[in-house]
């Protein structure tokens, strides 16, 4: 028998195991302010909803106009971050122009975003991830 010690750490003759995917926390870090973005744009659109019943035309208008390029941005900012193509980016940010349709298409997306986070080991909340140094 060998002289041993039973306190080290045991060996194996197998080969180190590299990660089969890499995190790139820089670009999960972009796909949750992405996210927030999105999901912020998207309840300013529910809230402009009901401002709009209650103020004028003129400011009702201006309101939804503003919401809407928030919506634009923010659907080409996470598309953009989840690896879309341009083509893509140009057709959300088309839709973000059709009322319902809109909100269906950034809430989709807001799930995408979701999918790829918690697949990177982030933590989603109802308003999204938080942005972070490690990926542990």
Known sequence: MKNQNPYAAPQADVADVV?????????????????????????????????????GSEVGLLLGVLVTILMMVGAVRLDGALNGSILSRILYALTMLLPLISLIIMFTLSLRASKELKAAGYKVGLLGADARSDPS
């Not at 990660?19 to 809230?47: C, G, H, P, T």
Request: hydrophobic share 55%; aromatic share 6%; no cysteine.
């Open 19 to 55: 990660q089969a995917e890499a995190v790139d926390i820089r670009r999960m870090n972009r796909v949750a302010s992405a996210q927030k973005f999105v999901i912020y744009s998207l309840l300013a659109a529910l809230a402009a909803t009901g401002i709009r019943s209650l103020v």
